[in-house]
């Protein structure tokens, strides 16, 4: 009764070791998936009607400054005060534009980069389930070593769960 015990005891943190390891590279499945190249071009075209913009109001600005400049000698003084005051103004618009834009612009990547590393993360999850892994590491996250021996890659698996070739 006593070896039966022993046996058992030394059998349990064998039964440990069985466990099951993953990895995956959720950069190459964000990269192929459909929803990313349209998330991108979403975005290119905010950033460059952002940029269209800024560009229109930096030629106003321009133009009402070379204006100003060429008439400044035959204008009054409080004509001059008021066209250095809208020249001024409509730089702090075109500075505050700028700001304005970026914060939009990385605040629409970032909503639409978490609809889709929600979907891949959902994905990860099915798979580990699916395939009864205690832990599946992201490659991609800085991870210095991930033994290939002892891991399996289910980033294929996570691409035919999302439907990605």
């Not at 590279?25 to 952002?50: F, G």
């Not at 400049?69 to 500075?95: F, S």
């Not at 534009?97 to 609809?115: C, F, H, I, N, P």
């Amino acid at each position: 009764m006593k070896k039966l015990i022993l046996m058992a005891l030394l059998a349990l943190p064998m039964s440990l070791f069985a466990q099951k390891f993953a990895h995956v590279n959720s950069a190459e499945i964000i990269q192929a998936m459909p929803e990313y190249t349209a998330a991108q071009t979403k975005l290119q075209n905010l950033q460059k009607t952002y940029e269209e913009e800024l560009n229109r109001m930096q030629d106003e600005l321009k133009t009402k400054a070379e204006d100003y400049e060429k008439n400044r000698a035959t204008l009054l003084e409080p004509v001059q005060q008021r066209r250095e005051q809208e020249l001024n103004d409509l730089n702090q618009r075109m500075q505050q534009y700028y700001q304005t834009s970026q914060q939009d612009l990385q605040k629409a990547q970032q909503d639409e980069m978490q609809v889709i590393s929600t979907k891949v993360m959902n994905a990860i999850k099915e798979v580990g389930v699916a395939g009864g892994y205690v832990y599946i590491m992201d490659a991609t996250a800085g991870i210095p070593y991930i033994s290939e021996t002892l891991s399996t890659d289910v980033t294929a698996q996570v691409k035919a769960k999302l439907g990605l070739k």
